[in-house]
């Protein structure tokens, strides 16, 4: 059974940091690029970075650039996002997801088929 395990939220004051782990089980981990979503409250789905199954190349939201950073432990079956520099527009709830091909090239997946229940994020003074 394929599972994704998100965790790491909380509540954090402008200009905070957080670091969001997913820890998965059920797949061979280092075969799948990972992909980290968030949904605001009230909003839709917006991605948010993406890495290929390797570790060796990432992608970002504009909206994050420079202040996010997604990197995996395939060793631990761990997908991370270290935040820094958190806003107040980052207050959602962050989903890890997997990739349906298995692939070393891809980066920013378009197709997802598993997903962790998320984590919530609140930025606030």
């Known amino acids: 059974e394929v599972q994704l395990v998100e965790s790491g939220g909380g509540l954090v004051q402008p200009g905070g940091s957080l670091r969001l782990s997913c820890t998965v089980s059920?797949?061979?981990?280092?075969?799948?690029?990972m992909t980290w979503v968030r949904q605001a409250p009230g909003q839709g789905l917006e991605w948010v970075s993406g890495?290929?199954?390797?570790?060796?190349?990432?992608a970002y939201a504009d909206s994050v650039k420079g202040r996010f950073t997604i990197s995996r432990d395939n060793a631990k079956n761990t997908l991370y996002l270290q935040m820094n520099s958190l806003k107040p527009e980052d207050t959602a709830v962050y989903y890890c997801a997997k990739e349906v091909i298995r692939s070393s090239e891809i980066v920013v997946s378009t197709s997802l088929d598993y997903w962790g229940k998320g984590t919530l994020v609140t930025v606030s003074s």
């Open positions: 059920g797949f061979t981990f280092d075969s799948y690029s």
């Open positions: 890495i290929n199954s390797g570790g060796g190349s990432t």
